[in-house]
């Protein structure tokens, strides 16, 4: 199941760079630097989820003291800062050429920002605290709290005067994106949301080893 | 015409191919680590080892 779950995710990486490079078209505007966003905007999808899963694992915890769905949230909390990171890598790799410089304290890269260190400290307190029952309710609670953060980034872009693009595709409506351009960026949503779960799965089956093994 | 800027493309898919080849080579690494361990536990507490599913001929 691992290695199958491995293959098809790594087809659907190959399908995505395919898309990226090969079928979409270059941008008008941006010239072919755009190619980033079918790498980023994936990027960020996988975080929201990833934090969403957070979410929903950190309230089984607490309601039921399960300890499969309290691996679940950190596993996914790792892999949520993972992604997060590699948000703000590739955005600031693709705003020096397009808006003049590597970093602003725009609304959504300060949200972005807020957030990574939220679930960093996350993954901190969960390392601080010897004790295994105490530290995954603190963080089961902690990831109910920073998940409020989420709807925060999405929305900065129309709260805020931004510099930053409203949303491409994870917006209410019909995308006003050439066709070939959703397709390729669906293909990158659906191969990351598997690279997730490949993670995910690995991560928890890692957290339960080493839980056995300090028992 | 607009500049490519392919050097600043490169950079970003590099980077994510290094930050997620070293992520995957650690979950590897550290799933091995304790799989084996937990394979010398098992023979030193005397416990049997996990069977795998028997086919029949």
Request: charged share 15%; glycine share 8%.
């Given at each position: 199941?691992?290695?199958?779950?491995?293959?098809?995710?790594?087809v659907?990486?190959?399908?995505?760079?395919?898309?990226?490079?090969?079928?979409?078209?270059?941008?008008?505007?941006?010239?072919?630097?755009?190619?980033?966003?079918?790498?980023?905007?994936?990027s960020?999808?996988?975080?929201?989820?990833?934090?969403?899963?957070?979410?929903?694992?950190?309230?089984?915890?607490?309601?039921?003291?399960?300890?499969?769905?309290?691996?679940?949230?950190?596993?996914?909390?790792?892999?949520?800062?993972?992604?997060?990171?590699l948000?703000?890598?590739?955005?600031?790799?693709?705003?020096?050429?397009?808006?003049?410089?590597?970093?602003?304290?725009?609304?959504?890269?300060?949200?972005?920002?807020?957030l990574?260190?939220?679930?960093?400290?996350?993954?901190?307190?969960r390392?601080?605290?010897?004790?295994?029952?105490?530290?995954?309710?603190?963080?089961?609670?902690?990831?109910?709290?920073?998940?409020?953060?989420?709807?925060?980034?999405?929305?900065?872009?129309?709260?805020?005067?931004?510099?930053?693009?409203?949303?491409?595709?994870?917006?209410?409506?019909?995308?006003?994106?050439?066709?070939?351009?959703?397709?390729?960026?669906?293909?990158?949503?659906?191969?990351?949301?598997?690279?997730?779960?490949?993670?995910?799965?690995?991560?928890?089956?890692?957290?339960?080893?080493?839980?056995?093994?300090?028992? | 015409?607009?500049?490519?800027?392919?050097?600043?493309?490169?950079?970003?898919?590099?980077?994510?191919?290094?930050?997620?080849?070293?992520?995957?080579?650690?979950?590897?690494?550290?799933?091995?680590?304790?799989?084996?361990?937990?394979?010398?536990?098992?023979?030193?507490?005397?416990?049997?080892?996990?069977?795998?599913?028997?086919?029949?001929?």
């Amino acid at each position: 199941m691992k290695r199958l779950l491995g293959a098809v995710t790594v087809v659907g990486l190959v399908a995505g760079l395919v898309m990226a490079f090969g079928i979409a078209p270059r941008e008008a505007t941006q010239g072919n630097v755009q190619r980033i966003m079918y790498l980023h905007v994936p990027s960020v999808w996988v975080a929201y989820l990833a934090f969403a899963v957070v979410l929903v694992a950190s309230v089984a915890y607490l309601a039921r003291r399960s300890e499969p769905a309290d691996r679940l949230a950190h596993a996914s909390a790792e892999v949520g800062v993972l992604f997060t990171g590699l948000t703000i890598a590739t955005g600031s790799i693709w705003g020096k050429p397009t808006w003049g410089t590597w970093w602003t304290w725009d609304a959504r890269l300060t949200t972005v920002s807020i957030l990574f260190v939220m679930y960093l400290g996350y993954l901190l307190l969960r390392g601080m605290i010897d004790d295994r029952e105490r530290g995954a309710r603190f963080a089961a609670v902690l990831g109910i709290v920073a998940a409020f953060n989420i709807p925060l980034v999405h929305f900065s872009v129309y709260w805020w005067r931004t510099l930053h693009q409203p949303p491409s595709l994870m917006k209410p409506g019909p995308s006003t994106m050439p066709g070939v351009i959703v397709a390729a960026l669906l293909v990158n949503f659906a191969a990351f949301t598997l690279l997730y779960v490949y993670f995910v799965t690995r991560r928890a089956r890692v957290l339960r080893l080493e839980a056995e093994a300090e028992a | 015409m607009t500049a490519d800027n392919w050097s600043f493309v490169f950079a970003a898919y590099g980077l994510a191919v290094v930050v997620l080849v070293t992520y995957w080579r650690f979950l590897v690494r550290r799933e091995r680590e304790l799989s084996e361990g937990d394979t010398l536990r098992r023979h030193g507490s005397g416990m049997p080892e996990p069977q795998t599913e028997r086919r029949s001929p």
